[in-house]
C-alpha cells in the first residue's frame, strides 16, 4: 500500500494536482462526526484536476471515492485505503435568464439562496438540506413536497471509460431517493436547473419558514447523517420506529433521536460499529413489528468502499 501511496503522490504531482493530503481523519469530514483515516484526500480546484486524480489513482489500482460535503456519510472506525476525493473546490454558479447552472461542490443551501435573492423560485426546498448539488443530484435529494428532480433539466458526468457526457430529462432516471447515477462510473460534475421568476422577498420568507422548520422538527444540535432510513410506501419510517418504542433508544452514543425517531445522533463518541449495529436492531424491530423491510438511507463507506447498510 505505501507503494501505491507514494506512486499515486508522484504522479498526481506530475500532473499539477497539488491539495492532497495524507491520513485525512474522515470524522471531521463529515456530519456525522464519526470515521477513522482515509489513506489519501484529494481536494481538485477543478474539473480537470477531478478527473485527472480519479483517473491516476484507478490507473495504478488505488479504491476512489468521491466526497461532497460528507452530509450522509458513515466511514468505517478503520478509515478508508484508497483516496478521498473530495468536490467542494467546484463550486461555480452561472446564472442565464431562469437557468441556473451548478457545479457539483455548491453547497445546496447556498444556492437557495442565491437563487431567491435574484427572485428566482423552485429551490426552496434545498434550503437547510446539508449537502452538495452533486450529491443532490446522484439521490434525487428532496425534502417540502419537492425534489431536484423537479427542476434539474439536465446533468453533466464524466466517466473512466466514456469521458465526458450528457444526461438529460429521464435519462437521469430519477426516482425516489435514486438516479441513473448509481449504476456505473460516472461522475457528477454539475446539473442545469429550470426555474422561473417570483417575488424575492416572497421566496426568501420561504426559506426562513423551511430552515425554521427544520430546526422545529429535526435534530440539528447533534452531528448525524439526516434521515437514516427511506420513506417506506405510505408510511412514515419515524413514526414506524417511535410506534415500535425505539424512539431514544441507543447503542454506545448512537441513538435514535428522542426529537425525530427517523434520525440517528452521534451523542458524543458514537462509533461506525456502534451506529451499524443500531441500524441492525431498528430494521429487525420494524420486521418484526410490521413484517416491512426498510431501507437504510445512509451511506456506509467501508476500508474498501461502499457497502449497503
Known sequence: MNKLITDFLKEASDKGITDIKRDLPMSEYTTFKIGGNADLAVFPKSREELTDAV??????????????????LLVSDEGFRGVI????????????????????????TALSRSVAERGLSGHEFACGIPGTVGGAVYMNAGAYGSEMKNVTVSSDYWSSTLGFGTLSGDEQGFGYRESAYMKGDKIILG????LWEGNPEEILATCRELLAKRREKQPLEYPSAGSSFKRYPGRFTGQMIEEAGL??????????????????????RATCREVIELVGIIKEKIFDKEGVKIECEIRYLSPLGEVTL
Open 55 to 72: 483517473t491516476v489513482a484507478k490507473a495504478i489500482g488505488l479504491p476512489v471515492y468521491l466526497v461532497g460535503k460528507g452530509s450522509n
Open 85 to 108: 476525493v473530495f468536490t467542494g473546490g467546484l463550486d461555480k454558479i452561472t446564472l442565464e435568464g431562469n437557468c441556473v447552472y451548478a457545479e457539483a461542490g455548491v453547497n445546496l
Open 191 to 194: 446539473c442545469k436547473m429550470m
Open 247 to 268: 424512539k431514544g433508544f441507543s447503542v454506545g452514543d448512537a441513538q435514535v433521536s428522542t426529537k425525530h425517531a427517523g434520525f440517528i445522533v452521534n451523542k458524543g
